[in-house]
């Protein structure tokens, strides 16, 4: 939408082909469909950094479109944005609607033809260049250029199905073999389905590979059926899918502002106080009721014991839980629950200035489909928006 838009602005005669019977279904689910339309850092370096390697790709988009122009963009079109913790933008309304409806006003304003229930079947190629290209339905479209914006594989019920990437091996485009990205973790431990539900705000999570430490995030985390997903867990799956299917294994540190010995003296202070008082009940006034029990069970205590009952060796366990909670990865989650993918088309075959095709003369790229993604916080839309006017502005 973003590149359509410019693209018609600059002058150029646009159709939008859309697969599904609407646009923005993806747009409208994000930000648990209150769309964190960007992140808020106004240097293209530091925000470059969020992108690992492949980041250094990003510097022209965001040179031309950045952080700045992007909010620009939607506040002079009558959208209303908010800042919130760590950066993020939304818009004011809380709605992923009100920013749908602003690029749909400007594809309007831009003149794009827009074709909806359009699903791309093959492109065909003369030479270097594509001589036109076959729908499902049967129709066929030839073009001066063509831009491929359609995503990766992640969220598949919005029609992002991972077609493009065989159409695009025939076209000779090398494709980073896509992968869930941003998915929650699924792990091997029966205890889990336990915690379902159970939300910690402040968790250290270590990850490990042969006791190697690979990475290491301190934030939110949220217990699933078989796994645990939450912001932090979110923004480490990348690595930790990377690592798979060797073993890795998660170390949390629910009280990771205390060491061993100041969280000894904590735990003892509560001990001389609750006398009487089961382990039970006296744990779960430091950590969730329902992690105390799986605590103390896997340190080998009785659950019906007293604390004033409780060894110098049981309390030593019980502290090595709270700081060193194991945890055993046995896979990613799928694309299903995937926010965004990872791999795509491979960056040097694209012209960052331009988001032109080297292998291909008239064909353009943005968005998802590159091998680009960031972690969550409204740096993955930025790469749309940015991607997608670069594109837009170069196609003629």
């Known amino acids: 939408m973003m590149a359509g838009g410019r693209a018609g602005e600059m002058g150029s005669a646009v159709i939008l082909l859309e697969k599904n019977n609407r646009l923005g279904l993806k747009l409208l689910a994000t930000g648990g469909s209150r769309c964190n339309l960007t992140n808020k850092i106004e240097n293209n370096k530091n925000l470059i950094t969020n992108y690992g390697p492949n980041g250094k790709f990003l510097f022209s988009a965001f040179n031309k479109f950045g952080v700045k122009e992007v909010m620009e963009f939607f506040e002079s079109r009558g959208l209303e944005l908010k800042v919130e913790n760590n950066n993020r933008v939304f818009p004011k309304s809380d709605k992923a609607q009100d920013v749908l409806n602003v690029l749909l006003k400007y594809l309007r304003e831009s003149k794009v033809e827009i074709s909806l229930n359009s699903t791309l079947k093959k492109i065909v190629k003369s030479g270097n260049s594509i001589e036109k290209i076959i729908l499902a339905d049967g129709r066929e479209l030839k073009a001066k250029n063509y831009l491929l914006a359609v995503g990766g594989q992640s969220y598949p019920e919005t029609g992002s199905t991972g077609e493009i990437y065989k159409i695009l091996k025939d076209l000779g485009h090398t494709i980073i073999e896509p992968r869930p990205a941003l998915a929650p973790i699924i792990l091997k431990d029966k205890f889990i389905k336990d915690l379902q539900g159970l939300s910690l705000a402040d968790v250290l999570i270590n990850v490990y590979q042969r006791n190697k430490k690979m990475a290491v995030k301190r934030g939110e985390l949220l217990f699933t059926s078989d796994g645990l997903s939450g912001p932090a867990i979110i923004n480490l799956s990348k690595t930790i899918g990377s690592a798979l299917p060797a073993e890795v294994e998660l170390k949390l540190d629910f009280f990771s502002e205390l060491n061993s010995k100041e969280l000894d003296a904590k735990i003892q202070a509560l001990f001389s106080e609750a006398k009487n008082k089961l382990l039970k009940n006296v744990l779960s006034a430091l950590i969730a009721p329902r992690l ?105």
Do not use: C, Y
């Open 292 to 396: 105390a029990v799986i605590i103390i069970n896997l340190a080998k205590v009785n659950l019906a014991k007293s604390v004033n009952g409780i060894t110098r060796d049981e309390r030593s366990r019980l502290i090595n839980l709270l700081k060193e909670f194991k945890l055993e990865v046995k896979a990613l989650a799928g694309f299903d629950k995937a926010m965004v993918t990872a791999g795509g088309v491979v960056l040097n075959e694209v012209d960052p200035q331009t988001m032109k095709s080297k292998i291909i003369d008239n064909l353009f790229f943005s968005g998802e489909v590159l091998d680009l993604d960031g972690p969550t916080g409204g740096f993955n839309l930025q790469i749309a928006w940015s991607t997608g006017h670069l594109a837009g502005e170069n196609i003629k």
